[in-house]
């Protein structure tokens, strides 16, 4: 018997006799299950938190740059990489997309992660599953828990570790991330390991005296974006 993605959250579903081996799997009783098994083939949601003592994750990997969407929070030490680090989006022009460094990751926000490991499935222990939100919290750069879906136009990691837009027949899975673009051609990645290192930060974008709002190609915008760099008062903002 397999739960691939479905979290049972009584164990009155299965029956005395299974109790044992495999049929634990994905079962949840009073907040607490004791394995969680996923795979990125499949659909997943979380309508409650609970806490799982481990956690396996089936997804295939590239050697180098991969992106991820995790229903619980992580650092960049839990994932297999050789000296790799965790970074979520700061902001893209014509030519690039810049990511921020960030070392502690929280539930549901996607993120990048260099010198990754290609290794499957990824475990986890003592982990703390949130709710599932309605949608990404970040437009541009958005996280996929609808398993094997059409990626056409969205863009995702291609060769040379860069940005490119999915063509026909282009898949996002679960547990990844892609980014939104009205831009063509191929999209180098910049890495920011310091915030220091973005000129002039605002601490808070709201108080701008004339409060207009322009992406760093120049192109205004309406309101802030829900995380990113953009410019306010002739002044780059991080938005978080």
Same mark, same amino acid.
């Given at each position: 018997?397999?739960? %691939?993605?479905? =979290?049972?959250?009584?164990?009155?579903?299965?029956?005395? #006799?299974?109790?044992?081996? !495999?049929?634990?799997?994905?079962?949840?009783?009073?907040?607490?299950?004791?394995?969680?098994? =996923?795979?990125?083939?499949?659909?997943?949601?979380?309508?409650? /938190?609970?806490?799982?003592?481990?956690?396996?994750? /089936?997804? &295939? =990997?590239?050697?180098?740059?991969?992106?991820?969407?995790?229903?619980?929070?992580?650092?960049?030490?839990? $994932?297999?990489? /050789?000296?790799?680090?965790?970074?979520?989006?700061?902001?893209?022009?014509? !030519?690039?997309?810049?990511? $921020?460094?960030?070392?502690?990751? !929280?539930?549901?926000?996607?993120?990048?992660?260099?010198?990754?490991? #290609?290794?499957? *499935?990824?475990?986890?222990?003592?982990?703390?599953?949130?709710?599932? *939100?309605?949608?990404?919290?970040? !437009? =541009?750069?958005?996280?996929?828990?609808?398993?094997?879906?059409?990626?056409?136009?969205?863009?995702?990691?291609?060769?040379?570790?860069?940005?490119?837009?999915?063509?026909?027949?282009? %898949?996002?899975?679960?547990?990844?991330?892609?980014?939104? &673009?009205?831009?063509?051609?191929?999209?180098?990645?910049? $890495?920011?390991?310091?915030?220091?290192?973005?000129?002039?930060?605002?601490?808070?974008?709201?108080?701008?005296?004339?409060?207009?709002?322009?992406?760093? /190609?120049?192109?205004?915008?309406?309101?802030?974006?829900?995380?990113?760099?953009? %410019? +306010?008062?002739?002044?780059? +903002?991080?938005?978080?």
């Amino acid at each position: 018997m397999r739960f %691939i993605n479905t =979290l049972l959250l009584s164990a009155a579903a299965l029956s005395a #006799a299974a109790q044992t081996g !495999e049929a634990n799997r994905n079962v949840v009783v009073d907040g607490e299950a004791r394995q969680v098994v =996923l795979s990125s083939d499949y659909a997943f949601a979380v309508h409650e /938190s609970f806490h799982a003592d481990e956690v396996s994750i /089936s997804r &295939s =990997l590239i050697n180098g740059y991969n992106t991820f969407y995790l229903p619980f929070a992580i650092n960049y030490s839990e $994932l297999p990489s /050789s000296g790799g680090m965790t970074y979520v989006y700061a902001d893209q022009d014509n !030519e690039k997309v810049g990511f $921020l460094r960030k070392d502690d990751i !929280e539930a549901n926000e996607p993120f990048l992660m260099t010198a990754v490991t #290609a290794t499957s *499935p990824l475990a986890f222990t003592d982990k703390t599953f949130a709710v599932t *939100p309605a949608q990404s919290s970040d !437009e =541009l750069f958005a996280g996929n828990y609808q398993g094997t879906t059409d990626a056409e136009g969205l863009w995702g990691i291609g060769n040379d570790d860069k940005f490119v837009a999915g063509g026909a027949g282009a %898949i996002i899975k679960s547990f990844a991330a892609s980014l939104s &673009s009205l831009t063509a051609g191929a999209k180098s990645i910049v $890495l920011y390991d310091d915030p220091s290192g973005i000129d002039d930060i605002e601490a808070d974008p709201t108080e701008a005296s004339d409060g207009r709002i322009f992406t760093l /190609s120049g192109q205004q915008i309406g309101k802030l974006p829900a995380r990113g760099v953009v %410019i +306010v008062n002739k002044r780059k +903002v991080i938005v978080r």
